[in-house]
């Protein structure tokens, strides 16, 4: 079986969980420190702060902010589902902007007719790592004296004409999930250069409990889905899920093994800044292993799959290979399952929030929900898995209706 993705783990990092336990609160507070600088720099702005998550930076984005009750905030039709309940916790009105198909991203035109007189922040993705048209969405935001944050989870790395996705916002966050670029195994990461936010935030993590333990629980555990993803008997228990088609528990299933450490009021533990500090160092090199392979997979695919138009805006960070499939995305996955090939599809890949929020005017969005085929693709994975992922979709997509 060759499965969806892969938990990035190295020896060193492994070694520093060995390490987690033994540090001194100040010598933690000073790694806390130097990974923050680290982002900051590699972001290009004045501040980095260090979270729980990534919806943890984005609400105290939003709160720093002084959004609220009755506030709107223009969100993009195709994203991350559970992004939807963390704003309207907060009363906050989520206002979906169509996305382009081809790019998965919202346009400034998509942004523009959804900007109404209680719209307060536009709330930008650079879905997939493609840079959306910030410039544009910015120059918007600034005519309407409305901030513009960007959500950057997959698009660390990514670049407008030389400049970094992240430091065109009032502020900006990531996410140090697994699956993500920087992993630390949990944790998230907010970026500005706004000082009043700065201090804002500052003084809501400052009761934070910082504990060591859970993020190196959370890294023992995904080794342990690593190795049952490499076991044989995954195969089985994927064919037996993947039963129902659009494989509802299979979803459940990949989002729970994707959920942080519980109690998300922690506060970053020096483990995670260690680990963080050492992915910063390898993503560059991570980065170029990853567009070699996705530039092998994009041209071995047959016309059927539409690949992902990534550099509409800039140089594009990479976060998943998507393409759409033009054709029965369920059929497409049971028929590759049965050759040992893992597909993701509907909610796996992202979630048309527009239907979520009762929209219905967002043809973009539900066409992209409709054709999104997520096709494995990480560091790490061979050369000859690659090649034999390429043959067969080339296959499926001649025998398929
Ligand atoms: C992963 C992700 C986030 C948030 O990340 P967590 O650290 O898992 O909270 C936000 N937005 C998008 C689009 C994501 O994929």
Redesign the pocket.
């Known amino acids: 079986m060759i499965p969806r993705r892969r938990i990035p783990l190295e020896w060193g990092d492994l070694a520093e969980a060995l390490r987690a336990p033994w540090g001194s609160a100040d010598a933690t507070a000073a790694q806390v420190a130097a990974f923050e600088r680290a982002f900051a720099d590699a972001v290009g702005v004045p501040h980095a702060i260090a979270t729980a998550?990534?919806?943890?930076?984005?609400g105290l984005i939003l709160d720093g902010l002084g959004l609220g009750a009755g506030d709107e905030l223009v969100i993009p039709a195709y994203?991350?589902g559970?992004?939807v309940p963390l704003i309207r916790a907060r009363g906050i009105v989520p206002v979906p902007a169509d996305v382009d198909p081809a790019s998965f991203n919202m346009t400034a035109d998509s942004v523009a007719v959804r900007i109404g007189p209680r719209t307060r922040a536009i709330f930008v993705?650079h879905?997939l790592g493609a840079p959306c048209d910030i410039r544009g969405i910015c120059a918007l935001a600034d005519a309407h004296g409305i901030a513009v944050v960007e959500?950057c989870?997959?698009a660390f790395g990514a670049s407008i004409d030389g400049r970094p996705a992240g430091s065109f916002g009032r502020a900006a966050?990531f996410?140090?999930?697994a699956?993500?670029a920087v992993a630390a195994f949990?944790?998230?990461v907010l970026t500005t250069a706004d000082e009043a936010l700065v201090a804002a935030t500052r003084a809501r993590l400052a009761g934070r409990a910082r504990r060591e333990w859970p993020p190196v629980r959370k890294m023992l555990l995904k080794c342990v889905e690593e190795l049952a993803v490499r076991s044989p008997a995954y195969a089985i228990a994927a064919r037996l899920m993947f039963s129902a088609r659009r494989g509802g528990g299979f979803d459940r299933l990949y989002r729970q093994a994707?959920d942080?450490v519980r109690g998300t009021a922690a506060a970053f533990s020096g483990f995670q800044a260690r680990l963080g500090l050492r992915k910063l160092q390898r993503a560059q090199a991570r980065q170029r292993r990853l567009d070699a392979q996705w530039e092998v997979l994009a041209r071995s695919l047959p016309p059927r799959f539409v690949t992902q138009r990534r550099d509409d805006f800039g140089r594009p960070a990479f976060?998943n290979f998507v393409a759409r499939f033009q054709g029965d995305i369920g059929a497409l996955r049971v028929a590759a399952q049965r050759h040992g090939l893992d597909l993701g599809i509907g909610g796996e890949v992202?979630d048309d929030t527009a239907a979520m929020l009762g929209y219905t005017d967002c043809p973009g969005a539900a066409t992209a929900a409709a054709q999104a085929v997520l096709i494995p693709l990480y560091d790490g994975l061979s050369e000859g898995r690659l090649r034999r992922t390429a043959a067969i979709l080339r296959r499926l997509a001649e025998e398929l209706p």
Do not use: F, N, W
């Not at 998550?53 to 984005?58: I, T």
């Open positions: 998550s990534g919806r943890d930076a984005l994203t991350l559970e992004l993705v879905l959500d989870a997959h966050l996410s140090l999930e699956t993500k949990g944790g998230g994707h942080r976060y992202m």
